[in-house]
């Protein structure tokens, strides 16, 4: 729950968290605005990079809220597998297939998350 967008960018910089890759979740009541606008910004963005999974937005509400905690670690877990494929590939110079994404993998079983407009959800 962010205040501003001020706030959302500052901790968003490379110098500060490194534009990290990473999975915004809020209630519904908290998902619109500003704030969001920025954040799906972010999401667009990462998403021409085509390399792993670019962050992700996902809203809960009380429909959907007792299975957040799982979904958010799995998620936690496969964006972290990204990272050290990401880092590997900078170490080693081969190519990581977009759909091989373990981060991707998870998001396409989540139907309310946004995680860029250039990726389809398998047989869709």
Same mark, same amino acid.
């Given at each position: ?51 792993g999974a670019p962050s992700c937005i ?8 007792? /299975?957040?905690?799982? #979904? @958010? *670690? =799995?998620?936690?877990? +496969?964006? &972290?597998?990204?990272? /050290?494929?990401?880092? #590997? @590939? *900078? =170490?080693?110079?081969? +190519?990581? &297939? ?11 079983k989540i139907p309310t998350a946004f ?10």
């Amino acid at each position: 729950m962010l205040e501003s967008v001020e706030e959302f960018q500052f901790l968003m910089q490379k110098n500060v968290m490194g534009d990290p890759r990473t999975i915004f979740v809020g209630t519904m009541r908290h998902m619109a605005g500003p704030v969001y606008t920025e954040a799906r910004s972010k999401v667009l963005r990462e998403d021409e990079v085509r390399l792993g999974a670019p962050s992700c937005i996902d809203s809960y509400g009380a429909s959907n809220r007792d /299975e957040i905690f799982e #979904r @958010i *670690g =799995k998620l936690t877990a +496969a964006y &972290l597998r990204d990272a /050290e494929e990401r880092s #590997r @590939i *900078g =170490k080693t110079g081969t +190519a990581l &297939l977009q759909r091989s994404s373990p981060a991707l993998e998870e998001l396409f079983k989540i139907p309310t998350a946004f995680y860029g407009n250039r990726l389809k959800r398998p047989g869709k």
